[in-house]
């Protein structure tokens, strides 16, 4: 069965610090990784997806296979970085699964 | 082009009514996707629906239902409504295919239905 964990439900750091949010997945093919961000009052929206390999607004995530892994990282937290961050996963079947999401919150 | 649109934005419904929510996909997308979100969780694949076929079906029971239209445009179906149907019910639409980019979910804003 696929699933997608996120340990964190909040995460909090200063401006300024490096931030890393923790994705888990399980499943037996060959995942594509996604993150997606829903900022306050706003829909959700992408962020990055594994096989982009790009950085956006300064976060990268690489996806780690041996450790079916896809942690999200920032090397400098802004404030306006203060999100819901959702972790999925898109299996060969064309659906996504969503992790339970994690609250960033960045303090100035 | 106005992004994925869904109607209505909120709702209000009793235990056993029926509800009908709508959804248009950005043009040019032929697939359109399902979820509902409950509060504090993550968004639950609900359907999948690609040229008017489904394509996939998540673990709702058979009150749920969709049909997507000629035009793309699609509805999602809920009768006999219980209390826990209670939620944030997002669509989604994607080109779908095997081009680069073209599984990325663009979401709605989606509708909130409450079941009293």
């Known amino acids: 069965a696929q699933r997608v964990t996120q340990p964190e439900k909040l995460l909090s750091v200063f401006k300024g610090a490096p931030v890393e949010l923790k994705c888990n997945y399980s499943y037996s093919g060959s995942p594509e990784l996604f993150w997606y961000v829903q900022y306050s009052r706003q829909r959700l929206q992408l962020l990055l997806r594994h096989i982009s390999r790009e950085s956006i607004k300064g976060f990268t995530a690489d996806l780690n296979k041996g450790e079916t892994s896809f942690h999200l990282k920032k090397p400098f937290a802004q404030e306006e970085d203060s999100a819901m961050y959702y972790c999925a996963l898109r299996s060969e079947g064309q659906n996504f699964v969503f992790g339970p999401g994690t609250r960033l919150s960045v303090l100035p | 082009d106005a992004g994925v649109t869904q109607s209505p934005t909120h709702l209000i419904k009793t235990r056993g009514q029926h509800v009908t929510l709508r959804c248009s996909p950005i043009?040019?997308?032929?697939?359109v996707s399902w979820y509902q979100q409950v509060l504090g969780q993550g968004p639950q694949f609900i359907f999948q629906?690609?040229?008017?076929?489904?394509?996939g079906r998540g673990n709702f029971p058979d009150r749920f239902s969709a049909r997507q239209f000629p035009n793309y445009s699609s509805e999602l179906n809920v009768n006999a409504l219980l209390l826990g149907d209670s939620a944030l019910y997002l669509c989604?639409?994607?080109?779908?295919?095997?081009?680069?980019?073209?599984?990325?979910?663009?979401f709605g804003a989606g509708s909130r239905l409450t079941v009293l």
């Open positions: 989604a639409s994607s080109r779908a295919g095997t081009i680069s980019g073209a599984n990325v979910l663009t």
């Open positions: 629906y690609y040229e008017k076929e489904e394509r």
């Open positions: 043009s040019g997308h032929k697939s």
